[in-house]
């Protein structure tokens, strides 16, 4: 169970998302997945280079669309684990659409967000989880807006399995996309991946002196929706661990009737002309 390929990511040294590359890798031989049994689904950005990087089925989509591409893997192939990709501006910008109607489906994907507060591919401006008053070639003067919540939003949308991490701990964020692959309905994790290059705030000693592990918040309950909220507003999103998980809601998959059958990638779809012309006529 190797998931390394040949290709040499080309992500400036430091960037944060070698080692998200390298959590998803290691979660999928943990939970035993061979790599066929594996599809990485990316957007655009730097980090939606990370399905070029993996030895499994993937696919590099398009600008905010990688969720409606796993959620039809997913549908279409019942027995496929799904990972969904991308960065901030790529899942809370153009594809924020699709990132909350996702979560409240909730579809059995992983979404794995790397988030580095800026747009690195496009060499450095404000995205939605840049913080007000951050000075980027966009917003010389600061900006304006405040940044978005991913997860309080994602609490909110319904979700499942709400999780984050920081790139420089691999082994709570290779668990946690374990956790999030093992998960029966959506899981979306937010991942604290520094962009060393045009970042120059949200550096890596930035998130070692503000991040708060939810293991050392006493009494902390992950399936305490209500607390899961109030401690994410206290220490304003700033927290790592697995923020909330409901286990009783079942996921979309299991409410669609015969989907559990057979694998629609499996079905023969072949049809006999006189078959094709009664479809044809009947939607005429
Ligand atoms: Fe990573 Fe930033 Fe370089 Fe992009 S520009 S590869 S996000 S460090």
């Known amino acids: 169970k190797d998931f390394r390929n040949n290709v040499k990511p080309n992500w400036c040294p430091g960037c944060g998302d070698f080692s998200v590359q390298a959590a998803i890798q290691r979660a999928a031989a943990n939970v035993g997945l061979e790599p066929e049994q594996m599809a990485v689904v990316s957007g655009i950005g730097c980090s939606g ?4 990087y993996i030895h499994s089925y993937g696919l590099h989509g398009i600008h905010g669309r990688a969720l409606p591409i796993a959620q039809g893997l997913k549908m ?11 960065g901030d501006g790529d899942g809370f910008a153009i594809g924020m659409g699709h990132t909350i109607h996702a979560i409240r489906r909730n579809i059995d994907v992983t979404y ?20 007000a008053g951050f000075k980027t070639k966009s917003t010389p003067e600061g900006a304006i ?20 991490s920081f790139s420089s701990d691999l082994k709570e964020l290779t668990s946690l996309i374990e956790q999030g692959i093992n998960h029966k309905g959506f899981s979306i994790i937010n991942v604290f991946s520094p962009c060393v290059t ?18 050392d918040v006493e009494g902390y309950d992950f399936t305490n929706r209500e607390k899961a909220m109030s401690t994410l507003m206290k220490h304003d999103g700033l ?4 923020i909330y998980q409901n286990q009783e809601q079942p996921s979309y998959q299991e409410l669609v009737s015969g989907y559990s059958d057979d694998a629609l990638s499996n079905a023969n779809l ?5 078959q094709f012309n009664k479809l044809l006529k009947e939607f005429m």
Do not use: C
């Open 112 to 131: 794995i967000v790397m988030d580095n507060q800026i747009y690195g591919l496009t060499k450095g401006q404000t995205s939605p989880r840049s913080a």
């Open 239 to 242: 927290v790592t661990g697995l």
């Open 270 to 274: 072949q049809l006999e002309e006189e």
């Open 49 to 52: 280079r990370i399905s070029g």
């Open 145 to 164: 807006e405040h940044a978005l919540a991913p997860m309080e939003m994602a609490l909110s949308a319904g979700a499942t399995f709400v999780a984050q």
């Open 76 to 86: 279409a192939n019942k027995d496929l684990t799904v990972i969904a990709s991308g």
């Open 198 to 215: 045009y970042n120059k705030v949200n550096t890596y000693d930035w998130f070692k002196e503000n991040l708060t592990k939810l293991s």
